[in-house]
């Protein structure tokens, strides 16, 4: 079993930069796709970016391309979220996911394990 937790979400103000963390446990890190998803108030859970086992491949929605950057650290058991020019459409809940088979996750559908997520809230 993989435990997944979240970290740094927060209240930021459109244009703001936030980083954001996910710490794995339980498994062999390494051997599993990584990916982030994000739900925004009222809405469906979505894909934000994910990242192949060894972070030399990734791959990003269209709507946070070129503002978001996702990386890992096989040694720490982490990947992270890094999250630049914020904006208000941003705002959701963040969740961490991975992929057992080492495949991209890119559909809900694709990935084993969860977060419990984390809030990120953007103010206009």
């Not at 970016?49 to 030399?56: C, D, E, K, L, M």
Request: proline share 2%.
């Amino acid at each position: 079993q993989v435990l997944l937790v979240e970290s740094g979400g927060g209240l930021v103000q459109a244009g703001d930069s936030l980083g954001l963390s996910c710490a794995a446990s339980g498994g062999t890190f390494s051997s599993y796709a990584m990916g982030w998803f994000r739900q925004p108030p009222g809405k469906e859970r979505e894909f934000v970016a994910t990242i192949s086992r060894s972070g030399g491949s990734s791959y990003y929605a269209g709507s946070v391309k070129g503002r978001f950057t996702i990386s890992r650290d096989n040694a720490k058991n982490t990947v992270y979220l890094q999250m630049n020019s914020l904006k208000p459409e941003d705002t959701a809940v963040y969740y961490c996911a991975a992929n057992s088979l080492g495949a991209f996750i890119t559909d809900m559908r694709n990935a084993d394990y969860w977060g419990k997520g984390t809030q990120v809230t953007v103010s206009s």
